[in-house]
């Protein structure tokens, strides 16, 4: 293998790694997305129960006052009661009383379920608060292992792209042009040959182009298109073999 093709090679592999350390680092921050996503809705259902208790307490001061008054109409009728004339009078203020206390009576009713509302309330938003706490806590360490992950591999990623520099400048124009056309639109731009096949596409090489690749030329595919090259300090891989030599390659193991 001459230099350049083995520039090429290390520069294939260069941008391989490139692409998936950026793979990896867009699929960090998706990790606490869920659990962020989780703190909304916990800190939504904090509120909401913050909001109820309010709202039963508001009710509550109402009905209080909504008691006082009853209790003044009763108060004011009793007043009253000592002073009529008739009987008739008298059975009518009595009237009036049974019903402001029964009134009253209601209002407690009233004023007891909401006391029992308040005391749910006050369980569930006990509950959600120590849950949002808890998550909380367990986000921020979330993030502090995402962050740390992220710069990791934004050190191994400006190593990487260092290596790339390097490696382009010790690699022809020309042949550079052609990588970049070929990696744009297959992925990758080199395919090694093995057992005389193209190990990308798998298609046999005919003697020809198998000797131009033997002899360093850089010679594309005929198949896929990509730049051949033989790697013969790479040992040959047993599936790459001809089934006659495979089974020999097998036979001793
Ligand atoms: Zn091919």
Redesign the pocket.
């Known amino acids: 293998m001459n230099d350049e093709i083995f520039a090429l090679v290390r520069l294939q592999e260069t941008d391989q790694g490139i692409g998936s350390l950026r793979t990896d680092i867009a699929a960090l921050p998706k990790r606490t997305a869920a659990l962020e996503e989780k703190l909304i809705w916990q800190r939504a259902r904090v509120e909401q129960a913050t909001k109820a208790i309010r709202e039963e307490e508001h009710k509550r001061r109402s009905l209080e006052s909504d008691l006082k008054d009853q209790q003044q109409k009763i108060a004011k009728f009793r007043e009253q009661s000592s002073s009529v004339k008739t009987n008739e009078q008298f059975h009518a203020l009595q009237h009036e009383i049974a019903f402001a206390e029964s009134e009253i009576s209601k209002i407690e009713d009233r004023e007891l379920e909401s006391m029992e509302r308040s005391d749910e309330l006050a369980k569930q938003l006990k509950a959600s608060q120590q849950e949002l706490a808890d998550n909380s806590k367990v986000v921020e360490i979330e993030k502090e292992s995402t962050r740390e992950a992220t710069e990791e591999l934004r050190k191994r990623m400006t190593a990487l792209e260092e290596d790339r520099a390097r490696l382009r400048k010790q690699i022809e124009e020309d042949t550079l042009t052609r990588y970049d056309r070929i990696a744009g639109s297959r992925g990758t731009a080199l395919?090694r040959v093995d057992g005389q096949r193209?190990l990308?596409?798998?298609?046999a090489l005919r003697p020809q182009l198998w000797n131009e690749v033997r002899s360093g030329t850089l010679t594309p595919?005929?198949?896929?298109?990509?730049l051949?090259y033989f790697d013969n300090e790479k040992p040959l891989e047993p599936d790459a073999l001809p089934a006659k030599l495979k089974n020999k390659a097998t036979a001793g193991a």
């Open positions: 395919a193209c990308a596409c798998q298609m595919c005929e198949s896929c298109g990509r051949l």
